[in-house]
């Protein structure tokens, strides 16, 4: 049995700035992190040597391992409490923004570029906005900054070399598998740590698994009472275009963060993660799923510009199994692609037509993910959500002229997995006491720096 004061299930970026935020304030309280993943310097993806996915065991090494996915995405800041999930409704908008920026200097203090996108450029942005306006879209200012994929790892191993450093004993290759609880109380948390059962007692619980261990929270929620309530998943799919048809929009905002409510559904559509420049890359979670994700390098450079478009689905009930609604969807599109990530070309889509690999040979846009396999996303995509995704694609094109054009390649399945949402009060506090749910696991965050932010706030309390 290992002792401690505090216990972190997940190193990824919620984890790891709760225990800097501590350390940072001067506290001597033990901080244990279990992370199911390796080391950060560990953290090797075969498939650039490859060329294809070998799902590796016993987890991914894009998904899991210190920073969790963050290491490996491109490594964007959205500097605005308006992008990145609801924590602002839980602890008010000016105490999100005041952390954000807080969390944005530590990022910085460990190397992060200074240079930040999408400022100035006011007239270039004003005629941005006018087009999406006359196409019902709804452009979102957001200060981003860039640290690129591979600044990115940098960052995070002096994180990782800063918390070891300063006496936080990190479990790698650790898996939590369930909480330990006497009376409604959580006493800490039962792991599986090289090849045997143990357990971490402390005071304080804090489990911050991230989208990958979202499903495992939902669970041991259900199990011991946490109240929580179902929250959205989003169902969509990842775009890639010539880097000339987005030439304007990367230059001026570097990522066009856009809403709309397309016909004939009205459901929340909007476009996330954008990488000019950049490639188109596989994730899998342990149930081999084969998500599609995308990354950006800030020295090595594509010829294409990706993003994602993400329909928002929110349940009623007596339906409370989103992120299993959401997992069907992909296990069914990687059933068509032999395991694999589908891609198809807009005018096939509408044209009712699946694509074959020599139409993509002919194409102007050449896939960045080359084991993707062509074919058909319509015969695995929900009626609802595809019909959302299309309109959506054309409203883009009023802002984006080509962007909606016969070439342009939609890959399948892009989810991301939001857990139901954990009911806690503004000091982050569930229901069960010693028990904390952070970051995109507690459905309250979506994406790095807001994540960070939450952390920022945990360790505050914890100190």
């Known amino acids: 049995m290992i002792k401690a004061d505090v216990v972190i299930v997940g190193a990824g970026p919620a984890g790891i700035f709760t225990a800097l935020e501590m350390l940072n304030l001067g506290s001597k309280k033990k901080i244990v992190m279990i ?55 839980l602890v008010g908008e000016r105490k999100a923004q005041e952390t954000i920026d807080y969390a944005d200097s530590i990022y910085l203090k460990f190397g992060a570029d200074t240079h930040i996108e999408g400022l100035g450029n006011t007239e270039a942005v004003r005629k941005i906005r006018a087009r999406a306006i006359k196409a019902g879209l709804r452009l979102v200012d957001c200060p981003i900054r860039h640290m690129g994929t591979e600044k990115a ?4 191993l002096s994180i990782q070399k800063h918390l070891l450093d300063s006496g936080v004993e990190i479990l790698f290759n650790t898996e939590a598998s369930d909480l330990i609880m006497d009376n409604g109380r959580c006493l800490g948390v039962h792991i599986e740590h090289k090849g045997k059962a143990d357990e971490v007692r402390a005071a304080h619980t804090v489990v911050a698994t991230g989208r990958r261990g979202a499903d495992w929270l939902e669970r041991i929620c259900s199990e011991h009472g946490v109240e929580h309530q179902p929250s959205t998943v989003d169902i969509g799919v990842r ?55 995308g990354h950006a390098y800030k020295d090595s450079k594509s010829d294409n510009t990706n993003l994602a478009i993400l329909c928002s689905h929110n349940f009623s009930v007596p339906f409370n199994q989103p992120i ?16 694999h ?35 058909d996303i319509t015969a695995a995509m929900p009626y609802r959500s595809m019909m959302n995704i299309i309109n959506f694609i054309k409203a883009m094109d009023e802002v984006v002229p080509g962007f909606a054009s016969y070439e342009t390649l939609l890959y399948s399945p892009e989810l991301k997995f939001y857990s139901n949402k954990v009911s806690m009060d503004d000091r982050l506090r569930t229901n069960v006491e010693g028990l904390h749910c952070l970051g995109d696991s507690s459905g309250w965050t979506r994406g790095l720096i807001m994540s960070s932010a939450m952390g920022v706030l945990m360790g505050r309390e914890l100190v």
């Not at 500097?79 to 999930?85: I, K, N």
């Not at 010539?242 to 066009?256: K, P, T």
């Not at 609604?325 to 692609?337: D, F, H, I, R, S």
């Not at 074959?356 to 396999?373: C, F, G, H, Y």
Request: hydrophobic share 35%; with cysteine; charged share 25%.
């Open 35 to 89: 992370e199911k993943g390796m080391a950060i310097e560990n953290r090797r993806c075969p498939k650039a040597e490859t060329g294809v996915c070998v799902k590796c065991r016993p987890s991914c090494h894009i998904t899991t391992g210190f920073s969790g996915a963050g290491a490996f995405s491109d490594g964007k800041l959205s500097l605005s409490c308006e992008v990145g999930g609801d924590l602002p409704n």
């Open 153 to 156: 790892h940098e960052i995070y």
């Open 239 to 293: 775009v890639e275009v010539r880097n000339e048809i987005m030439e304007e929009v990367n230059e001026v905002l570097y990522e066009s963060k856009l809403i709309g409510y397309p016909a004939p559904f009205k459901n929340k559509v909007r476009t996330f993660c954008q990488n000019p420049g950049g490639v188109v890359s596989q994730e899998n979670y342990d149930n081999d799923l084969a998500v599609v994700n």
């Open 324 to 339: 299993a609604y959401a997992q069907k969807v992909g296990e069914l599109t990687n059933m068509l692609a032999n395991g």
């Open 341 to 375: 990530i589908l891609v198809q070309r807009f005018g096939d889509i509408l044209d009712g037509k699946r694509t074959w690999q020599k139409e993509l040979d002919q194409s102007n846009v050449k896939p960045t993910l080359r084991d993707a396999i062509a074919g």
